[in-house]
């Protein structure tokens, strides 16, 4: 138990950008629910990888750019949206492009000081 204590060591700000995961069952749709430069969390449907699988998630921040990051499960557990009982998972970028992370961190920064 952390009792309250943040762990986090990068801020993390909402964002809902539509995601496609890629695990050994196929391609999963969902969306974010935050980000930081380090992870995020998603919102999925159906099914998900195992606590500590590796896999890869194709991020659509807008419709003219495309992340395609390699994640690291860190937490999962079901929740109700809009009445519907989805699977948020917390996930740890294991390999993410320079480029894409320095969007992130801009992004991340704007919105800490609004």
């Not at 998603?42 to 807008?62: A, C, H, N, R």
């Not at 294991?94 to 480029?99: E, L, V």
């Amino acid at each position: 138990m952390n009792f309250g204590i943040e762990r986090r060591h990068h801020p993390r700000v909402a964002v809902d950008w539509s995601v496609t995961t890629t695990i050994s069952k196929g391609a999963i749709k969902g969306k974010t629910s935050n980000i930081s430069i380090s992870g995020l969390a998603l919102i999925i449907f159906s099914e998900m990888p195992d606590i500590g699988d590796e896999f890869q998630v194709t991020i659509k921040p807008s419709e003219d750019h495309e992340m395609k990051v390699t994640c690291e499960e860190i937490w999962s557990g079901n929740f109700i949206v809009n009445e519907s009982v989805c699977i948020g998972i917390g996930v740890r970028f294991t390999k993410i492009s320079s480029r894409d992370r320095q969007i992130i961190a801009t992004l991340v920064a704007a919105y800490q000081t609004n």
